[in-house]
């Protein structure tokens, strides 16, 4: 009996135009009910990441920056160096100045600040600090060498460079808890890497010229070495070039090479040739001998070709006057022939002189290949000879390269020696900052800020991950699958719904005007009859069964509200009358279903359930209960069954097998998700089709959806 009829239009798609919302993956209305609903433990903790970062930003020692400001160049400015000369290339610039601020931070240029501040001697430097100095010394070291690691590891801890991409000039910090001791040390590490990098420097250029003078006294003497052992070799096996000049760094081309070169040269010519003759020949010799190029262009065999035309010509004009025997087609026979044997003859000659020209060409071919093969011959030898003049002409020019490039070197050197200027100067001396970098109460107030709105986040997700209740429309559609008929706002007690179903304008009536008009379009004949179920008791479904059928009774219906629920009745206390007399009796056929009938308001009936039985299932199996249906169809127009809940019970199966629409009640906020969802999957395998849900008890404020959902109550309180 329960028929499947077309759904009514989704709460979604009624509001799709309204919202107006594009779908970005995250719902971001649903992100805000879900703060909204845990507003409270959500302001908690970010009050409380607030407080923390207040506290923690109180209690922190200033620290105070003082910067020095150095200009870093590629190689130093001195007056022997030439304007046009550039010492650096723009491929190498970036990793030389990075390798300056490695040397910068590094461990040597921490101890040498130390040396040279002599801040290992006291305390001041770990009570300006505000460090503990050690009192003990480490394995395998002494106090004083203890001393001077910990002060280094505090400088490295607390210095920092930067240099912007695109400039040279390098920022050197320093950071201390005292604003003037910052800038002492600031300057002082500027002063030691300066010093430092001369004193490399100056190291670097002595040793430099000294390797250099020894490496260019062995460079001169094997390069002269080389030159003479070129020469001797070279005048020893006649090895000179065409031009008549001596051996020099290149090797020299002999006159038997060049003329081997220019011989093979014509033999490629001559092949090319020997096969072009040949193709020709061929294609004379055993294709059509009209199709020859040469026969074709020959002036002879053109004259022949049209004499023979025109006498053939005659001689069909005149064949059908004359009789072949005639002397005139004899005569015409004989020119014939002559023509063309004359034409044979031809070209047969074109092919004589093709394959002369082959014959030629192959034997000019032949004999350059001859001489080819004689004069490489003839230098293979000599090429031999010349394998080992081109290793020695390979060492002179190496060695000549060496010299010139260490001659170079050691000139640069020496011309700098004694000049050495740093590529390292300071622009602008730290000064005593006035304020302290850390802490920054602004900066640790956004951060908490943000940690907070993270942490009430990451609360609000796990609270809603754990919690599935169903509290929005949208689960009904997009969880359940099941179409959206309405929703009932929340309220509390008998007599206030009761209250507000006597004003037609106040928000309950105004929800179960909508619900009515939803329920209207489930059939084509009208509503018929109707079985209100839920998925778990105390979700409000027999609420909803009296403030429809109040609903359908006002509009002028005539309706009869049926307790189907046998096990826990509820209609008789709403409607504030006995159930001493109801269904089980009419089920057991004690008495007609118009003795249990009473009327409670105009056009509203009720049938309580009457005695509960100690079997329910076996009351609905029955078929008493298909007569007592079939009786109050015929009597009244809409016919609302207020059902048991689903789980764990066999009554409402039963019941929705015999009635034709059936309305699954789900209570907001209370609700399980997998409950409901299981209860859904039990109707829809005994084959009940479920016409829609109601969503009970809604609070769109407490929810979170204040205006989207709220609006349409509020606008009918403002109204009423």
């Given at each position: 009996?329960n028929?499947?009829?077309?759904?009514p239009?989704?709460?979604?798609?009624?509001?799709?135009?309204?919202?107006?919302?594009?779908?970005?993956?995250?719902?971001?209305?649903?992100v805000?009910?879900?703060i909204?609903r845990?507003r409270?433990?959500?302001?908690?903790?970010?009050?409380l990441?607030?407080?923390?970062?207040?506290?923690?930003?109180?209690?922190?020692?200033?620290?105070?920056?003082?910067?020095?400001?150095?200009?870093?160049?590629?190689?130093?400015?001195?007056?022997?160096?030439?304007?046009?000369?550039?010492?650096?290339?723009?491929?190498?610039?970036?990793?030389?100045?990075?390798?300056?601020i490695?040397?910068?931070l590094?461990?040597?240029?921490a101890m040498?600040l130390?040396?040279?501040?002599?801040l290992?001697?006291?305390?001041?430097?770990?009570?300006?600090?505000?460090?503990?100095?050690?009192?003990?010394?480490?394995?395998?070291?002494?106090?004083?060498?203890?001393?001077q690691?910990?002060?280094?590891r505090?400088?490295?801890g607390?210095?920092?460079?930067?240099?912007?991409?695109?400039?040279?000039?390098?920022?050197?910090?320093?950071?201390?808890?005292?604003?003037?001791?910052?800038?002492?040390i600031s300057?002082?590490?500027?002063?030691a890497?300066?010093?430092?990098?001369?004193?490399?420097?100056?190291?670097?250029?002595s040793?430099a010229r000294?390797?250099?003078?020894?490496?260019?006294?062995?460079?001169?003497?094997?390069?002269e070495?080389?030159?003479?052992?070129q020469?001797?070799?070279?005048?020893?096996?006649?090895l000179?070039?065409?031009?008549?000049?001596s051996?020099g760094?290149?090797?020299?081309?002999?006159?038997?090479?060049?003329?081997?070169?220019?011989?093979?040269?014509?033999?490629?010519?001559?092949?090319?040739?020997?096969?072009?003759?040949?193709?020709r020949?061929?294609a004379?010799?055993s294709?059509d001998?009209?199709q020859?190029?040469?026969?074709q262009?020959n002036g002879?065999?053109?004259?022949?070709q049209?004499?023979?035309?025109?006498?053939?010509?005659?001689?069909?004009?005149?064949?059908?006057?004359?009789?072949?025997?005639?002397?005139?087609?004899q005569?015409?026979?004989?020119?014939?022939a002559?023509?063309?044997?004359?034409?044979g003859?031809?070209?047969?000659?074109?092919?004589?002189?093709?394959?002369q020209?082959?014959?030629a060409?192959?034997?000019?071919?032949?004999?350059?290949?001859?001489?080819v093969?004689?004069?490489?011959?003839?230098?293979?030898?000599?090429?031999?000879?010349?394998?080992?003049f081109?290793?020695?002409?390979?060492?002179?020019?190496?060695?000549?390269?060496?010299?010139?490039?260490l001659?170079?070197?050691?000139?640069?050197?020496?011309?700098?020696?004694?000049?050495?200027?740093?590529n390292?100067?300071?622009?602008?001396?730290?000064?005593?900052?006035?304020?302290?970098?850390?802490?920054?109460?602004?900066?640790?107030?956004?951060?908490?800020?943000?940690?907070g709105?993270?942490?009430?986040?990451?609360?609000?997700f796990?609270?809603?991950?754990?919690?599935?209740?169903?509290r929005t429309?949208?689960?009904?559609?997009?969880r359940?699958?099941?179409?959206?008929?309405?929703s009932?706002?929340?309220?509390?007690?008998?007599?206030?719904i009761?209250?507000?179903l006597?004003?037609?304008?106040?928000?309950?009536?105004?929800?179960?005007?909508?619900?009515?008009?939803?329920?209207?379009l489930?059939?084509?004949?009208?509503?018929?009859?109707?079985?209100?179920?839920?998925s778990?008791?105390?979700?409000?479904?027999?609420f909803?069964?009296?403030?429809?059928?109040?609903?359908?009774?006002?509009?002028?219906?005539?309706?009869l509200?049926?307790?189907?629920?046998?096990r826990?009745p509820?209609?008789h206390?709403?409607?504030g009358v006995?159930?001493?007399?109801?269904?089980?009796?009419?089920?057991?056929?004690?008495?007609?279903?118009?003795?249990?009938?009473?009327?409670?308001?105009?056009?509203?009936?009720?049938i309580?359930?009457?005695?509960l039985?100690?079997?329910?299932?076996?009351?609905?199996?029955?078929?008493?209960?298909?007569?007592?249906r079939d009786?109050a169809?015929?009597?009244?127009?809409i016919?609302?069954?207020d059902?048991p809940?689903?789980?764990?019970?066999?009554?409402?199966v039963?019941?929705?097998?015999?009635?034709?629409?059936?309305?699954?009640?789900?209570?907001?906020?209370?609700?399980?998700?997998?409950?409901?969802?299981?209860?859904?999957?039990?109707?829809k395998?005994?084959?009940?089709?479920?016409?829609?849900?109601?969503?009970?008890?809604?609070?769109?404020h407490?929810a979170?959806?204040?205006?989207e959902?709220?609006y349409?109550y509020?606008?009918?309180s403002?109204?009423?």
């Amino acid at each position: 009996m329960n028929a499947t009829v077309p759904p009514p239009e989704t709460f979604e798609d009624a509001f799709a135009d309204e919202r107006g919302m594009p779908d970005f993956g995250i719902d971001l209305r649903r992100v805000w009910a879900a703060i909204y609903r845990h507003r409270f433990v959500f302001g908690g903790l970010v009050a409380l990441v607030l407080a923390a970062a207040i506290v923690l930003t109180m209690i922190t020692t200033p620290v105070f920056s003082a910067r020095t400001a150095m200009q870093i160049d590629s190689d130093t400015s001195d007056v022997l160096e030439e304007e046009t000369s550039f010492r650096s290339f723009d491929w190498d610039v970036e990793r030389f100045l990075q390798t300056q601020i490695d040397v910068l931070l590094s461990r040597g240029t921490a101890m040498q600040l130390v040396e040279d501040m002599e801040l290992a001697r006291d305390d001041t430097f770990f009570d300006r600090m505000q460090v503990p100095a050690p009192v003990v010394p480490a394995p395998g070291k002494t106090l004083a060498e203890t001393r001077q690691d910990s002060i280094a590891r505090i400088l490295q801890g607390n210095v920092d460079a930067d240099l912007p991409r695109y400039s040279r000039i390098l920022d050197l910090t320093f950071e201390s808890p005292d604003a003037e001791y910052a800038a002492i040390i600031s300057n002082a590490y500027a002063e030691a890497f300066i010093a430092s990098n001369l004193e490399r420097r100056f190291e670097s250029s002595s040793y430099a010229r000294e390797y250099l003078q020894e490496q260019l006294a062995g460079a001169k003497k094997a390069l002269e070495d080389a030159e003479r052992a070129q020469v001797e070799y070279a005048r020893a096996n006649n090895l000179v070039n065409l031009d008549g000049g001596s051996t020099g760094d290149e090797t020299p081309l002999s006159l038997t090479q060049q003329t081997l070169i220019n011989t093979n040269d014509a033999l490629g010519n001559a092949r090319n040739a020997r096969i072009i003759a040949e193709e020709r020949y061929r294609a004379a010799r055993s294709g059509d001998p009209m199709q020859i190029p040469e026969v074709q262009t020959n002036g002879y065999i053109g004259q022949l070709q049209q004499e023979l035309a025109m006498v053939e010509a005659q001689q069909g004009r005149d064949a059908s006057r004359y009789k072949a025997d005639h002397p005139v087609m004899q005569e015409y026979s004989r020119r014939t022939a002559s023509l063309r044997n004359d034409l044979g003859k031809a070209v047969s000659d074109v092919r004589g002189s093709l394959r002369q020209q082959y014959q030629a060409a192959l034997r000019n071919e032949r004999q350059l290949q001859g001489n080819v093969n004689r004069l490489r011959s003839g230098t293979e030898a000599e090429q031999s000879r010349r394998v080992q003049f081109n290793i020695l002409a390979r060492e002179t020019a190496t060695n000549r390269d060496m010299y010139d490039a260490l001659l170079s070197r050691f000139q640069e050197v020496s011309a700098s020696a004694g000049v050495t200027n740093s590529n390292v100067s300071i622009i602008d001396r730290a000064e005593t900052p006035l304020a302290p970098v850390r802490p920054q109460p602004f900066v640790n107030l956004a951060l908490g800020l943000i940690a907070g709105l993270a942490l009430g986040c990451l609360y609000v997700f796990l609270r809603e991950f754990v919690d599935d209740a169903a509290r929005t429309p949208e689960d009904i559609t997009e969880r359940f699958g099941l179409p959206f008929l309405g929703s009932v706002p929340k309220l509390t007690g008998t007599d206030e719904i009761g209250t507000s179903l006597d004003n037609p304008k106040s928000s309950v009536s105004e929800a179960f005007a909508a619900l009515r008009t939803s329920l209207g379009l489930l059939g084509k004949d009208g509503l018929g009859d109707v079985l209100i179920t839920s998925s778990q008791q105390s979700e409000g479904k027999s609420f909803v069964a009296y403030g429809i059928a109040r609903s359908f009774a006002r509009e002028g219906r005539k309706v009869l509200v049926v307790d189907a629920d046998l096990r826990r009745p509820s209609q008789h206390s709403i409607f504030g009358v006995s159930r001493e007399r109801g269904l089980t009796n009419i089920l057991t056929r004690q008495i007609k279903p118009a003795e249990a009938a009473t009327q409670v308001q105009e056009n509203l009936d009720l049938i309580p359930s009457g005695p509960l039985p100690p079997s329910v299932p076996e009351f609905f199996s029955g078929p008493s209960f298909q007569e007592f249906r079939d009786w109050a169809r015929a009597n009244y127009d809409i016919v609302v069954f207020d059902g048991p809940p689903v789980m764990g019970l066999a009554d409402t199966v039963l019941l929705a097998q015999k009635i034709e629409h059936l309305i699954f009640m789900v209570e907001a906020g209370r609700a399980s998700q997998g409950r409901t969802a299981a209860a859904i999957r039990r109707l829809k395998t005994n084959e009940v089709t479920i016409d829609g849900a109601v969503l009970n008890k809604f609070d769109p404020h407490s929810a979170g959806y204040g205006y989207e959902y709220g609006y349409y109550y509020s606008y009918a309180s403002e109204t009423a």
